[in-house]
């Protein structure tokens, strides 16, 4: 007869976690760095405000439960000069 089965054998039948190819672990290093969205709206010196905006839509689906939020990023554009920097011109 066979002999029962160990806790070890359970062992081997659990799934095994991929380690990054090295291909895999370059390009997690380029997602730390800032891609040219990122440098947009860092320019903007409202980034913070832009985040906890972009943060409050995500969790609530609807743009009228932030509205705090919406001031708060405005009057950081305005502050920072960039309704200036960002209005139509006529050619």
């Given at each position: 007869?066979?002999?029962?089965?160990s806790?070890?054998?359970?062992?081997?039948?659990?799934p095994?976690?991929?380690?990054?190819?090295p291909?895999?672990a370059?390009?997690e290093?380029e997602d730390?760095?800032?891609?040219?969205?990122?440098k947009?709206?860092?320019?903007?010196?409202?980034?913070?405000?832009?985040?906890?905006l972009?943060?409050?839509?995500?969790e609530?689906?609807d743009?009228?439960?932030c509205?705090?939020?919406?001031?708060?990023?405005?009057?950081?554009?305005?502050?920072?000069?960039?309704?200036?920097?960002?209005?139509?011109k006529?050619?």
């Open positions: 007869m066979g002999a029962a089965p806790k070890d054998d359970d062992d081997d039948k659990r095994t976690v991929e380690q990054p190819t291909a895999a370059v390009a290093e730390d760095e800032p891609d040219e969205w990122d947009r709206i860092f320019s903007t010196g409202c980034a913070e405000e832009n985040a906890k972009t943060d409050c839509y995500y609530k689906k743009w009228r439960q509205k705090e939020e919406m001031e708060r990023f405005k009057q950081c554009w305005k502050v920072q000069g960039n309704d200036k920097r960002t209005d139509s006529d050619v």
